[in-house]
């Protein structure tokens, strides 16, 4: 597999064989991943490579610079308001990116530090292993922006922490501690961050050297109940994109564009 097509991931192997895949996503604006037209793309797409590399037996997914991921770009936020064909297109893109994590068979240990936010949040917490700083930042941000949290929120949100859990913080866009999210159940892991990539190694490298039938087959047979969900994971995002045709999300990127506190 030629990952060298990729240009918003950083692709490395690592461990026995090169067996262990490690994906960067790369901090464009030099302080945080942002997820603009390609780079939302492209995290969509590695995952289909991960699960056709007959030379990969686990994936890690980590972020460059200050945090884990920043969210997306401004400029394709103000596309996807403005453009119906860029709205389809990332619709599409969106819900690809959550199916294409769960049905990925090779297992991915995400290692979340900084800033959690948007579409590298998806896969960070949609990740078989999330394991995040004590002090990572997580947030869901669509209903400050003005349009309903769809991405991946309602497909594993309430499986993980609970809906009384998942409708506090996803309503009021509450950010969540690594430490709190452990707590609650929202990660695997929350170890300090000096800890947090030897630790996410640590984990890839025990997935990798175990029996691949057995812990894919798990894998496979767990995500079902994420594909239970997945008509309310569809509604859900048909009303996200919904939103990002109405005029809560023109003064929610106003805002954000602004510094200030939305006016709804």
């Known amino acids: 597999m030629d990952y060298s097509r990729y240009q918003t991931l950083h692709i490395t192997r690592r461990g026995d064989n090169g067996a262990v895949l490690d994906i960067q996503m790369k901090a464009l604006n030099g302080k945080l991943p942002t997820a603009d037209h390609h780079g939302h793309r492209e995290l969509t797409e590695i995952w289909r490579d991960v699960s056709a590399d007959d030379t990969v037996r686990c994936a890690v997914l980590r972020g460059e610079g200050q945090g884990f991921s920043g969210g997306g770009d401004l400029g394709l936020v103000q596309d996807m308001a403005q453009d119906f064909a860029v709205r389809s297109r990332v619709w599409k893109e969106a819900r690809d990116l959550v199916y294409n994590v769960i049905n990925c068979d090779k297992p991915i240990v995400s290692a979340m530090h900084g800033p959690a936010v948007g579409a590298g949040l998806v896969a960070g917490l949609l990740a078989d292993i999330s394991i995040a700083s004590k002090g990572a930042k997580i947030v869901d941000g669509h209903t400050r922006l003005g349009v309903a949290a769809g991405d991946h929120a309602a497909i594993i949100w309430p499986l993980l922490c609970g809906m009384a859990k998942a409708k506090y913080y996803l309503m009021l866009c509450e950010p969540v501690s690594g430490e ?18 030897p630790k996410a190694y640590e984990v890839a490298d025990r997935l990798a050297n175990g029996s691949q039938s057995a812990i894919r087959w798990t894998k496979y047979a767990l995500n079902n109940w994420l594909r239970q969900a997945g008509p309310s994971f569809d509604t859900s995002l048909a009303l996200e994109f919904m939103g990002f045709g109405g005029p809560d999300v023109r003064e929610g990127l106003a805002s954000l564009r602004d510094k200030r506190a939305p006016r709804f």
Do not use: K, M, N
């Open 180 to 197: 709190e999210a452990e707590r609650i159940g929202l990660v695997s892991l929350a170890v300090d961050e000096a800890e947090l990539l």
